[in-house]
């Protein structure tokens, strides 16, 4: 069985996003009502909301629970603010999950961990938290009977009741033999395609259920450094995750009426341009195909600030043949993939005496065309190591001592995305212990072939320590002179800031200036004294080395699903109810 196209990836988390806002205002009302004894304190069950279950017995993810449920309970919380929330007061409440619409024609798995009588499980708990994360969720997976027929359809009722508490009623909507759009494989990336390109593709579906889709949407959708020029008056524009540069989109919705027939294949009327950008590397384009009408198509703009587009109207036209190769179930593509950036890492050089203790400034900085987006990989982070001079201890640090106890070599993390022209800085206190003249420290990148860098020669640093002017410091572009900082001398500055533009939050120390888009990074990596992602020292993005940026299409999967994957995960974590 294989949950419909319905609930892609994408469509899944927009509309729960669009769902969160909404239970959150509720939680935040709630707990006021409560606190003057005037109503019940409002509890959500939330979770999938439709199933389609394919005739054929073929699956997504084979064996795994096609229904999930949890519950949003008064108030907020976030995951975020490094505490955990306190549980709401209450004298325990029940669950009940009623599947006797599926009898008939579905198998139907029901939580373990629940009080089950036939079709129906009973779920007690006391466990209530602000927010969704650390509340109880259930699984029910769901199996086909041999006497079930395409068009059979049920609904599961989800209710709760618990005293002073108030909870709304769920449905899941369950079909068998639906509609299930495949899409039509995008082409290679042209030979001499460069960022600034325009991709052109031809985009269709086919339509592999066993019932026709009563309309459907085209879901476009293009990471930072992709857009889409043309506009059509049955299409509506906006941008997603404004703030989070990872899962930042450019997206377009196009709905299409009609009834779309099992069996047959359709394509666009044009094909469809992606615009890349003079900075685009490793962007991701992807398109998808959903049998989720205009009501479907109205939950997924709501709240994105979608604005209607205009010119002429892009049309479906059925298309005849069409080998089963053909299509796929997710659709995407890399584009740019030639593009290059310049990493520069520069030191510094400083003067003191014994016992002072000086600041040295080291940074990183991207002189484009490029940015590391870092896009497949979920934001790793760029790691560099910085070699400590002969005679000097770090007494203050926004990175961590190389593994193996050392205290001469430390090692860096730049969160990503890492913008063009964007510069960090790392601000080292280094105590002189012993004036060593002319003592110099080594900072540089992972030594490996890299396809993207487009300029090897600034990838290395120094820090030079009571210098004599004679010292070769071959690949430091901007290293400046001081002093000490806690006796009186002048200080220094490293690297090249860029100009213009705001901060670039993630990685360690000082930020320094951007003139691409929104600075954001979509990473936790990278914090002063943090771990990698796997404890080690090696490619330039800490643990995929060089493959980081054209990873794998399941990775950007997950990556689509966001936001509600991690909340999922989360819960998982912190409950163990099944």
Same mark, same amino acid.
């Given at each position: 069985?294989?949950?419909?196209?319905?609930?892609?990836?994408?469509?899944?988390?927009?509309?729960?996003?669009?769902?969160?806002?909404?239970?959150?205002?509720?939680?935040?009302?709630?707990?006021?009502?409560?606190?003057?004894?005037?109503?019940?304190?409002?509890?959500?069950?939330?979770?999938?909301?439709?199933?389609?279950?394919?005739?054929?017995?073929?699956?997504?993810?084979?064996?795994?629970?096609?229904?999930?449920?949890?519950?949003?309970?008064?108030?907020?919380?976030?995951?975020?603010?490094?505490?955990?929330?306190?549980?709401?007061?209450?004298?325990?409440?029940?669950?009940?999950?009623?599947?006797?619409?599926?009898?008939?024609?579905?198998?139907?798995?029901?939580?373990?961990?629940?009080?089950?009588?036939?079709?129906?499980?009973?779920?007690?708990?006391?466990?209530?938290?602000?927010?969704?994360?650390?509340?109880?969720?259930?699984?029910?997976?769901?199996?086909?009977?041999?006497?079930?027929?395409?068009?059979?359809?049920?609904?599961?009722?989800?209710?709760?009741?618990?005293?002073?508490?108030?909870?709304?009623?769920?449905?899941?909507?369950?079909?068998?033999?639906?509609?299930?759009?495949?899409?039509?494989?995008?082409?290679?990336?042209?030979?001499?395609?460069?960022?600034?390109?325009?991709?052109?593709?031809?985009?269709?579906?086919?339509?592999?259920?066993?019932?026709?889709?009563?309309?459907?949407?085209?879901?476009?959708?293009?990471?930072?450094?992709?857009?889409?020029?043309?506009?059509?008056?049955?299409?509506?524009?906006?941008?997603?995750?404004?703030?989070?540069?990872?899962?930042?989109?450019?997206?377009?919705?196009?709905?299409?009426?009609?009834?779309?027939?099992?069996?047959?294949?359709?394509?666009?009327?044009?094909?469809?341009?992606?615009?890349?950008?003079?900075?685009?590397?490793?962007?991701?384009?992807?398109?998808?195909?959903?049998?989720?009408?205009?009501?479907?198509?109205?939950?997924?703009?709501?709240?994105?600030?979608?604005?209607?587009?205009?010119?002429?109207?892009?049309?479906?036209?059925?298309?005849?043949?069409?080998?089963?190769?053909?299509?796929?179930?997710?659709?995407?593509?890399?584009?740019?993939?030639?593009?290059?950036?310049?990493?520069?890492?520069?030191?510094?050089?400083?003067?003191?005496?014994?016992?002072?203790?000086?600041?040295?400034?080291?940074?990183?900085?991207?002189?484009?065309?490029?940015?590391?987006?870092?896009?497949?990989?979920?934001?790793?982070?760029?790691?560099?190591?910085?070699?400590?001079?002969?005679?000097?201890?770090?007494?203050?640090?926004?990175?961590?001592?190389?593994?193996?106890?050392?205290?001469?070599?430390?090692?860096?993390?730049?969160?990503?995305?890492?913008?063009?022209?964007?510069?960090?800085?790392?601000?080292?206190?280094?105590?002189?212990?012993?004036?060593?003249?002319?003592?110099?420290?080594?900072?540089?990148?992972?030594?490996?072939?890299?396809?993207?860098?487009?300029?090897?020669?600034?990838?290395?640093?120094?820090?030079?320590?009571?210098?004599?002017?004679?010292?070769? *410091?071959? =690949?430091?572009? $901007?290293? #400046?002179? /001081?002093?000490?900082?806690? @006796?009186?001398?002048? &200080?220094? +500055? !490293? %690297?090249?800031?860029?100009?213009?533009?705001?901060? *670039?939050? =993630?990685?360690? $120390?000082? #930020?320094? /200036?951007?003139?691409?888009? @929104?600075?954001?990074? &979509?990473? +936790? !990596? %990278?914090?002063?004294?943090?771990?990698?992602?796997?404890?080690?020292?090696?490619?330039?993005?800490?643990?995929?080395?060089?493959?980081?940026?054209?990873?794998?299409?399941?990775?950007?999967?997950?990556?689509?699903?966001?936001?509600?994957?991690?909340?999922?995960?989360?819960?998982?974590?912190?409950?163990?109810?099944?």
């Amino acid at each position: 069985m294989r949950p419909s196209s319905l609930y892609s990836p994408w469509a899944r988390a927009a509309v729960a996003g669009a769902a969160a806002a909404g239970l959150a205002a509720a939680g935040l009302a709630g707990v006021a009502h409560a606190a003057d004894g005037q109503a019940p304190l409002p509890v959500t069950i939330t979770g999938t909301d439709r199933v389609d279950l394919a005739l054929d017995g073929a699956e997504t993810e084979p064996g795994e629970p096609q229904i999930e449920l949890g519950l949003t309970g008064p108030g907020e919380y976030d995951p975020d603010s490094g505490t955990d929330p306190e549980p709401v007061p209450n004298n325990g409440y029940r669950i009940t999950i009623d599947a006797t619409a599926l009898k008939g024609f579905a198998k139907v798995g029901l939580p373990s961990s629940c009080d089950v009588d036939g079709l129906i499980a009973v779920c007690q708990s006391s466990s209530l938290y602000p927010g969704d994360v650390y509340n109880p969720y259930w699984s029910v997976r769901l199996d086909l009977l041999d006497s079930a027929a395409a068009g059979d359809h049920g609904t599961v009722k989800v209710t709760g009741e618990g005293e002073g508490l108030q909870f709304n009623e769920h449905t899941v909507d369950v079909l068998v033999g639906g509609p299930e759009l495949l899409q039509k494989k995008l082409p290679a990336e042209p030979a001499g395609f460069e960022a600034g390109d325009t991709y052109t593709a031809p985009l269709g579906f086919r339509n592999v259920g066993a019932m026709p889709a009563h309309g459907v949407v085209l879901r476009l959708a293009g990471t930072r450094g992709i857009s889409f020029p043309e506009s059509y008056d049955n299409c509506t524009y906006a941008e997603e995750n404004k703030d989070n540069l990872i899962r930042y989109r450019h997206v377009a919705l196009c709905t299409f009426e009609g009834d779309f027939t099992p069996g047959t294949a359709y394509a666009l009327s044009e094909p469809i341009a992606a615009k890349t950008a003079d900075f685009a590397l490793g962007d991701i384009f992807s398109y998808g195909f959903d049998a989720i009408g205009t009501e479907g198509a109205d939950a997924l703009r709501a709240d994105a600030g979608h604005r209607q587009g205009t010119g002429r109207t892009l049309a479906l036209e059925p298309v005849g043949g069409g080998q089963s190769g053909d299509y796929t179930k997710y659709a995407e593509i890399d584009l740019a993939t030639k593009n290059t950036y310049d990493l520069d890492l520069t030191g510094a050089r400083v003067a003191g005496e014994q016992g002072q203790t000086v600041t040295v400034d080291v940074g990183l900085s991207n002189h484009g065309p490029a940015w590391v987006g870092s896009l497949r990989a979920g934001g790793e982070p760029i790691g560099f190591t910085v070699q400590i001079p002969e005679g000097a201890t770090v007494v203050e640090s926004p990175c961590r001592p190389k593994s193996g106890g050392t205290t001469s070599e430390y090692l860096c993390f730049a969160g990503t995305p890492f913008l063009e022209n964007d510069a960090r800085t790392f601000p080292f206190k280094l105590r002189i212990d012993k004036v060593v003249p002319g003592a110099k420290g080594k900072i540089y990148l992972p030594d490996f072939e890299n396809p993207w860098e487009g300029d090897p020669s600034n990838d290395t640093g120094w820090i030079v320590l009571n210098g004599t002017g004679d010292e070769e *410091t071959p =690949g430091d572009t $901007g290293g #400046t002179t /001081g002093g000490s900082d806690s @006796t009186g001398g002048t &200080g220094t +500055t !490293g %690297g090249s800031p860029a100009t213009g533009g705001t901060g *670039t939050a =993630g990685g360690s $120390g000082t #930020t320094g /200036g951007s003139t691409g888009g @929104t600075s954001t990074t &979509g990473t +936790t !990596g %990278g914090t002063g004294g943090g771990q990698s992602p796997q404890g080690g020292q090696g490619g330039l993005l800490a643990s995929t080395g060089s493959t980081a940026l054209l990873g794998s299409a399941a990775a950007a999967l997950a990556l689509a699903a966001g936001g509600v994957l991690y909340a999922v995960s989360r819960r998982r974590r912190a409950d163990g109810t099944a």
